[in-house]
């Protein structure tokens, strides 16, 4: 599976992004989908996560409630809608792809599960 995100851009506090991530191959549909940010001096981090079917999410409390993590297995993307955005959601934000055999729940994806990575996009929130 090969992922792009894109979406990224300047917003100010309180604007909204949507993010996306195509991916190529036939297999998208089975992967658990992620994603994760890095903000400057800081290690990548968990910001959301849902299962191959679409029917389980999981989000970090840092964000939760104000994005939402979704796919469309026919166009093989992922999206991330964020709204409320924050000076502290000034990050790069990556997809990820976890083979997790189909599962039905949900949990926070850890970085060195991730199979396959998209190179990320820059999302800047000025105040």
């Known amino acids: 599976v090969q992922l792009q995100a894109s979406g990224g851009g300047l917003v100010q506090a309180g604007g909204s992004l949507r993010l996306s991530c195509a991916a190529s191959?036939?297999?998208?549909?089975?992967?658990?989908m992620n994603w994760f940010r890095q903000a400057p001096g800081k290690e990548r981090e968990f910001e959301a996560a849902?299962?191959?079917?679409?029917?389980?999410?999981y989000y970090a409390d840092s964000v939760k409630g104000r994005f939402t993590i979704s796919r469309d297995n026919g166009k093989n993307t992922l999206s991330l809608q964020m709204n409320s955005l924050q000076p502290e959601d000034t990050a790069v934000y990556y997809c990820g792809a976890d083979w997790q055999y189909y599962r039905s729940t949900v949990v926070a994806g850890k970085e060195g599960d991730m199979d396959y990575w998209g190179k990320g996009t820059q999302v800047t929130v000025s105040s």
């Open positions: 191959g036939r297999t998208f549909s089975s992967y658990d």
């Open positions: 849902i299962n191959w079917s679409g029917g389980s999410t």
